[in-house]
Protein backbone atom coordinates (compact mmCIF):
# COMPACT_ATOMS: atom_id res chain seq x y z
CA UNK A 1 0.00 0.00 0.00
CA UNK A 2 1.57 3.21 -0.80
CA UNK A 3 1.89 5.87 2.14
CA UNK A 4 3.33 8.02 4.10
CA UNK A 5 5.58 6.87 7.07
CA UNK A 6 7.08 8.91 9.70
CA UNK A 7 8.74 7.80 12.48
CA UNK A 8 9.50 7.93 15.64
CA UNK A 9 6.11 8.74 17.17
CA UNK A 10 7.48 9.65 19.99
CA UNK A 11 10.72 11.56 20.72
CA UNK A 12 12.09 13.30 23.77
CA UNK A 13 14.57 16.26 23.56
CA UNK A 14 17.33 17.35 25.87
CA UNK A 15 17.58 21.06 26.09
CA UNK A 16 19.97 22.15 23.69
CA UNK A 17 19.97 19.16 21.56
CA UNK A 18 19.30 19.14 17.89
CA UNK A 19 17.04 16.35 16.88
CA UNK A 20 15.74 14.48 13.24
CA UNK A 21 12.61 13.93 12.32
CA UNK A 22 12.01 10.90 9.56
CA UNK A 23 9.47 11.68 6.86
CA UNK A 24 9.46 9.00 3.84
CA UNK A 25 6.73 8.23 1.17
CA UNK A 26 5.86 6.11 -1.64
CA UNK A 27 3.14 7.93 -3.21
CA UNK A 28 5.41 9.41 -6.06
CA UNK A 29 3.95 12.84 -4.79
CA UNK A 30 6.01 15.69 -5.78
CA UNK A 31 5.03 17.34 -3.25
CA UNK A 32 6.53 17.43 0.60
CA UNK A 33 5.62 19.38 3.89
CA UNK A 34 6.17 19.59 7.66
CA UNK A 35 3.27 20.97 9.36
CA UNK A 36 3.03 22.27 13.51
CA UNK A 37 0.63 21.44 15.46
CA UNK A 38 -0.30 22.81 18.82
CA UNK A 39 -3.39 22.11 20.94
CA UNK A 40 -6.18 25.07 19.95
CA UNK A 41 -4.45 26.21 17.03
CA UNK A 42 -4.27 25.08 13.59
CA UNK A 43 -1.54 23.86 11.73
CA UNK A 44 0.87 25.72 11.13
CA UNK A 45 3.49 25.60 8.00
CA UNK A 46 7.48 25.23 8.70
CA UNK A 47 8.94 24.25 5.33
CA UNK A 48 7.65 22.97 2.03
CA UNK A 49 9.30 21.34 -0.71
CA UNK A 50 7.52 20.83 -4.33
CA UNK A 51 11.03 19.38 -5.69
CA UNK A 52 14.16 17.51 -5.30
CA UNK A 53 16.87 19.63 -3.87
CA UNK A 54 14.91 22.57 -3.48
CA UNK A 55 12.29 24.14 -0.45
CA UNK A 56 10.95 26.89 0.65
CA UNK A 57 10.31 28.42 4.38
CA UNK A 58 6.70 28.31 5.35
CA UNK A 59 5.04 30.54 8.84
CA UNK A 60 7.46 29.63 11.05
CA UNK A 61 10.78 27.95 9.44
CA UNK A 62 13.04 29.71 12.55
CA UNK A 63 14.58 26.87 14.60
CA UNK A 64 14.34 24.09 12.05
CA UNK A 65 15.92 22.94 9.21
CA UNK A 66 14.81 20.45 6.40
CA UNK A 67 17.22 18.62 2.95
CA UNK A 68 15.10 16.88 -0.16
CA UNK A 69 17.79 14.57 -1.48
CA UNK A 70 15.35 12.49 -2.39
CA UNK A 71 11.74 12.61 -3.74
CA UNK A 72 10.69 9.87 -1.18
CA UNK A 73 12.49 11.70 2.07
CA UNK A 74 11.77 14.94 3.61
CA UNK A 75 13.31 14.65 6.92
CA UNK A 76 13.08 18.08 9.52
CA UNK A 77 15.89 18.91 12.16
CA UNK A 78 14.87 20.71 14.90
CA UNK A 79 17.46 22.04 16.60
CA UNK A 80 18.60 24.32 19.85
CA UNK A 81 17.39 27.41 18.17
CA UNK A 82 13.65 26.84 18.62
CA UNK A 83 12.92 28.05 21.88
CA UNK A 84 9.67 26.23 22.21
CA UNK A 85 9.68 22.69 20.62
CA UNK A 86 7.49 21.01 22.09
CA UNK A 87 4.60 19.63 19.87
CA UNK A 88 2.90 17.14 17.56
CA UNK A 89 4.56 17.62 13.88
CA UNK A 90 3.13 16.27 10.91
CA UNK A 91 4.38 15.61 7.69
CA UNK A 92 2.13 15.73 4.33
CA UNK A 93 2.81 14.94 0.73
CA UNK A 94 0.62 16.02 -2.49
CA UNK A 95 0.67 15.95 -6.20
CA UNK A 96 1.37 19.75 -7.32
CA UNK A 97 -2.03 20.01 -9.16
CA UNK A 98 -4.72 22.78 -7.87
CA UNK A 99 -7.18 19.31 -6.90
CA UNK A 100 -4.30 17.08 -5.27
CA UNK A 101 -4.84 16.45 -2.58
CA UNK A 102 -2.68 15.81 0.91
CA UNK A 103 -1.85 12.59 2.22
CA UNK A 104 -0.76 13.01 6.08
CA UNK A 105 2.09 10.54 8.01
CA UNK A 106 0.45 9.75 11.35
CA UNK A 107 2.66 12.47 13.15
CA UNK A 108 5.54 12.57 15.66
CA UNK A 109 5.18 14.17 19.18
CA UNK A 110 7.80 15.82 20.33
CA UNK A 111 8.74 16.60 24.02
CA UNK A 112 11.28 18.60 25.63
CA UNK A 113 12.50 16.98 28.93
CA UNK B 1 -5.44 38.32 6.00
CA UNK B 2 -6.61 34.98 4.86
CA UNK B 3 -8.68 33.11 8.16
CA UNK B 4 -10.32 30.24 8.52
CA UNK B 5 -13.29 30.22 11.17
CA UNK B 6 -15.29 26.96 12.22
CA UNK B 7 -17.51 26.54 15.22
CA UNK B 8 -18.49 25.38 17.51
CA UNK B 9 -14.94 24.86 18.81
CA UNK B 10 -16.44 21.66 20.59
CA UNK B 11 -19.29 19.65 20.37
CA UNK B 12 -21.29 16.37 22.33
CA UNK B 13 -23.94 14.25 20.62
CA UNK B 14 -25.28 11.61 21.27
CA UNK B 15 -24.60 8.03 19.03
CA UNK B 16 -26.30 7.90 15.68
CA UNK B 17 -27.76 11.66 16.01
CA UNK B 18 -26.88 14.11 13.27
CA UNK B 19 -24.59 17.11 13.66
CA UNK B 20 -23.67 20.26 11.20
CA UNK B 21 -20.25 21.59 11.21
CA UNK B 22 -19.33 25.16 10.18
CA UNK B 23 -16.59 27.14 8.38
CA UNK B 24 -15.98 30.10 7.67
CA UNK B 25 -13.18 31.62 5.68
CA UNK B 26 -12.02 35.00 4.38
CA UNK B 27 -9.22 33.50 1.95
CA UNK B 28 -9.16 35.40 -1.47
CA UNK B 29 -8.67 33.95 -4.28
CA UNK B 30 -10.27 30.48 -3.31
CA UNK B 31 -9.33 27.38 -5.11
CA UNK B 32 -10.62 25.02 -3.23
CA UNK B 33 -12.29 23.72 0.33
CA UNK B 34 -11.37 20.79 2.16
CA UNK B 35 -12.53 18.83 5.28
CA UNK B 36 -10.24 16.63 7.42
CA UNK B 37 -11.10 14.28 10.28
CA UNK B 38 -8.39 13.77 12.68
CA UNK B 39 -8.44 11.26 15.69
CA UNK B 40 -5.87 12.05 18.66
CA UNK B 41 -2.77 11.47 18.11
CA UNK B 42 -3.10 10.97 14.51
CA UNK B 43 -2.88 12.34 10.95
CA UNK B 44 -6.00 14.18 9.61
CA UNK B 45 -7.40 12.26 7.02
CA UNK B 46 -9.29 14.03 3.97
CA UNK B 47 -12.82 13.46 3.75
CA UNK B 48 -13.94 15.80 0.66
CA UNK B 49 -12.50 18.16 -1.19
CA UNK B 50 -14.60 21.18 -3.39
CA UNK B 51 -13.61 23.62 -5.82
CA UNK B 52 -15.50 26.53 -6.62
CA UNK B 53 -17.98 25.04 -9.12
CA UNK B 54 -19.48 22.27 -6.52
CA UNK B 55 -22.08 22.91 -4.26
CA UNK B 56 -22.26 19.84 -2.11
CA UNK B 57 -20.10 16.65 -2.11
CA UNK B 58 -20.39 13.53 -0.02
CA UNK B 59 -18.43 10.23 1.15
CA UNK B 60 -20.37 8.01 2.65
CA UNK B 61 -22.14 9.58 6.03
CA UNK B 62 -20.42 12.77 5.68
CA UNK B 63 -21.80 15.89 3.41
CA UNK B 64 -19.62 18.34 2.84
CA UNK B 65 -21.62 21.59 1.66
CA UNK B 66 -20.07 25.06 -0.20
CA UNK B 67 -21.46 28.49 -0.55
CA UNK B 68 -18.81 30.43 -2.27
CA UNK B 69 -20.71 33.40 -2.13
CA UNK B 70 -21.09 33.63 1.48
CA UNK B 71 -17.73 31.92 1.88
CA UNK B 72 -19.63 29.31 3.59
CA UNK B 73 -19.02 25.43 4.44
CA UNK B 74 -20.44 22.98 6.25
CA UNK B 75 -20.27 18.93 6.98
CA UNK B 76 -23.00 16.97 8.26
CA UNK B 77 -22.43 14.26 9.74
CA UNK B 78 -25.80 11.81 9.65
CA UNK B 79 -26.30 9.02 12.43
CA UNK B 80 -23.34 9.40 14.48
CA UNK B 81 -21.13 6.43 15.01
CA UNK B 82 -18.65 6.60 17.98
CA UNK B 83 -15.78 6.47 16.02
CA UNK B 84 -16.50 9.77 15.01
CA UNK B 85 -15.59 11.01 17.90
CA UNK B 86 -12.20 13.52 16.15
CA UNK B 87 -11.55 16.61 15.79
CA UNK B 88 -12.72 18.11 12.13
CA UNK B 89 -10.88 20.17 10.13
CA UNK B 90 -11.64 22.95 7.53
CA UNK B 91 -8.67 23.70 4.93
CA UNK B 92 -9.02 26.69 2.46
CA UNK B 93 -6.38 26.57 -0.37
CA UNK B 94 -5.37 29.55 -2.32
CA UNK B 95 -5.60 29.60 -6.32
CA UNK B 96 -2.37 30.05 -8.25
CA UNK B 97 0.05 30.82 -5.80
CA UNK B 98 3.32 29.27 -5.00
CA UNK B 99 2.26 25.93 -6.19
CA UNK B 100 -1.16 24.11 -5.67
CA UNK B 101 -0.85 23.31 -1.99
CA UNK B 102 1.70 25.78 -0.90
CA UNK B 103 -0.86 28.22 0.54
CA UNK B 104 -3.18 26.19 2.93
CA UNK B 105 -4.91 28.26 5.54
CA UNK B 106 -6.04 25.67 8.39
CA UNK B 107 -8.88 26.32 10.87
CA UNK B 108 -8.46 24.99 14.59
CA UNK B 109 -10.79 22.46 14.34
CA UNK B 110 -14.00 21.02 15.75
CA UNK B 111 -13.97 18.49 18.26
CA UNK B 112 -16.58 15.82 18.01
CA UNK B 113 -17.46 13.57 20.70
CA UNK B 114 -19.82 11.00 20.30
CA UNK B 115 -21.28 9.38 23.61
CA UNK B 116 -22.98 6.31 23.69
Known amino acids: DGGITQSPKYLFRKEGQNVTLSCEQN?????MYWYRQDPGQGLRLIYY???????QKGDIAEGYSVSREKKESFPLTVTSAQKNPTAFYLC????????????FGSGTRLTVV | KNQVEQSPQSLIILEGKNCTLQ??????????LRWYKQDTGRGPVSLTI?????NTKSNGRYTATLDADTKQSSLHITASQLSDSASYIC???????????????FGKGITLSVRP
Open chain 2, 91 to 105: VVSVYGVGGANSKLT
Open chain 1, 92 to 103: ASSGTGLGDGYT
Open chain 1, 27 to 31: LNHDA
Open chain 1, 49 to 55: SQIVNDF
Open chain 2, 23 to 32: CNYTVSPFSN
Open chain 2, 50 to 54: MTFSE
